[in-house]
């Protein structure tokens, strides 16, 4: 059996219609910062569970509820979430960690190192620069973790 999680980060305040519908079918969403509003979070939540993790630009009262850093076990996978991957300071290989979900760079990105999948789904809010409007799903299959990336302006 496959469990799907969506994986999203840096909307600032914008959840595109778009994010929703690849979202729609994801049995978990796991936000990795720069919420921007706190309806995002209530938004995502009649999706499906989600995890989410403050950033940077994530200020005031209503952004204390959650922490900067989450570890999550989903579908026998642990997560360990945080908004800035420069700042890592956890030893994932260490700690049993499979997968690390970032944002904060605005650029997508999937890799692979000492056997820990790196996830940065790309922001999917205003445009920064000339940088896509991305997300990404993650498959926890029996034969292992299938990561993509999901171009939001591309049907």
């Not at 789904?121 to 991305?134: C, D, E």
């Not at 799903?137 to 302006?153: F, K």
Request: charged share 20%.
């Amino acid at each position: 059996m496959t469990f799907t999680i969506g994986i999203i980060s840096d909307t600032h305040g914008l959840l595109r219609p778009e994010a929703l519908r690849l979202l729609a079918h994801v049995d978990h969403i796991i936000h990795g910062g720069d919420i921007g509003d706190p309806e995002i979070i209530t938004a995502l939540r009649r999706v499906a569970p989600v995890t989410a993790i403050r950033g940077n630009v994530d200020t005031g009262e209503w952004a204390t509820e959650f922490a900067e850093t989450e570890l999550v076990r989903l579908a026998g996978r642990l997560f360990y979430v945080l908004h800035d991957r420069n700042v890592l300071q956890v030893d994932p290989v260490a700690e049993g960690i499979d997968v690390i979900v970032s944002g904060h760079s605005h650029m997508p990105n999937i890799a692979t190192v000492d056997g820990v999948l790196y996830v940065n789904p790309g922001s999917a809010g205003r445009r920064r620069f000339k940088l896509p409007i991305t997300l990404a799903s993650l498959e926890v299959a029996p034969d292992g973790l299938n990561p993509i990336i999901h171009d939001l302006e591309v049907g």
